[in-house]
Each structure stands twice: as C-alpha cells, then as structure tokens.
C-alpha cells in the first residue's frame, strides 16, 4: 500500500533504445498520414477529373463531323451503346475516312485544296467494309497473305502520298473499327463478296 503523503515518481524519458523505438513509431504513422493524403488527393482529383471537370483534356472526346449523326444512324452504331471507346473509336474513323488531310495530316502530303485528299475520295464505306471481311488473304501481285491494316498503311503511302503510320497507330486502328462497325451493319461474314449472299 501507498501512503497518502508520497509524491509520485517523475517518470523518466526513454533512453536508448526505448528512445529509437517512439521516434520510429512517430515517424511511421507520419509516413501513413502522408501516404493516405497523398492517395485521397489522387483518389478526389481523378473523380473531379471525370465526373466534375468539363475541360476537354480530361475526357475523350472526338470531333463531331458534318454527316456522323446520319452516318450513325443508317449504320446501327448505337447497337454499341450510346458511348464508349468503340463507338468514338468508329467516330474517329469516320473523321479519318472522310477527312483524312485534316485528321490524319502527319501521314498524308494531301491538303484540302486538292480533289483527292481523303479515303472517301476513292473508295466508299461500303469498300472499307469487303475489304474488312476479305482481309489476311492471298495477294497475287505481292505473292503474300495481305492484312487489311497493311492495306491501310500501303493506301497512306501510295495514293495519299504520305507516310506509312505503324500497325499499332490508332488511326489504323480507328480505321479497322469503322471498317468493322459497317460490316456489322451489312451482316457481311467473313469472305463476303458484292452481289452475292
């Protein structure tokens, strides 16, 4: 038992080793606040960026072109939701087929001044789309199996008199999926060919 009249003991500050300890202790749950922080910053800034924000560099956005809105409906693209990449990826293709000089500039020397300066100047989306279903087969001339995005990049080169953008670009790749979006519209299966069912 303890008297009344004792005073307590002042209790001493840790030393050594018990001193390293709490400093270790204070300095990770600094780290954890810090990191939690960090992490509600990021966590809140890609939700404003998202949901909040109306400024075009946070959102994929693709230019709406004269005749999409028709385009989109005489070829169901809806049927791939009202929004989403491939529906704007089928857009950008649209803008690369029908603009090509103003959407696919650093591939082509053609301008806007001059009569041919885009797909639709040879071909039509209907081509795009046979030339989709009849892709990776034979070529005679070339003595190889040809793909339709090599088809692309042999176009931007030859008639466009360009340069030729890599298998992986996202306008060949825009290309395809507008190719495609009209095959479906079509029904075309694979190895499809005009006038016959």
């Not at 990191?35 to 946070?58: K, R």
């Not at 070829?75 to 491939?86: I, L, M, R, T």
């Not at 087969?137 to 176009?155: H, I």
Request: aromatic share 14%; glycine share 8%; hydrophobic share 40%.
């Amino acid at each position: 038992m303890t008297r009344q009249d004792e005073t307590p003991q002042a209790v001493k500050p840790p030393t050594g080793g018990d001193a390293a300890r709490a400093q270790g202790f204070v300095a990770s749950l600094v780290s954890w606040r810090d990191s939690l922080l960090c992490a509600a910053l990021m966590a809140g800034f890609a939700f404003w960026a998202h949901f909040g924000s109306d400024l075009p560099v946070f959102r994929s956005h693709v230019t709406l072109e004269k005749g999409w809105d028709e385009f989109r409906a005489r070829n169901d693209v809806n049927d791939f939701g009202e929004d989403g990449y491939f529906v704007r990826a089928a857009q950008n293709g649209y803008n690369v087929f029908f603009f090509t000089s103003r959407y696919a500039g650093r591939f082509t020397r053609k301008t806007g001044a001059e009569p041919i300066n885009a797909c639709a100047s040879c071909h039509t989306a209907e081509d795009m789309a046979y030339s989709f279903v009849n892709s990776d087969r034979f070529d005679t001339a070339l003595g190889r199996r040809l793909s339709f995005e090599e088809r692309v990049m042999r176009c931007f080169a030859g008639p466009m008199n360009g340069f030729i953008p890599t298998l992986y670009d996202p306008t060949v790749r825009d290309l395809r999926i507008f190719a495609r979006t009209i095959a479906h519209h079509l029904r075309l299966s694979e190895g499809a060919q005009r006038g016959k069912s």
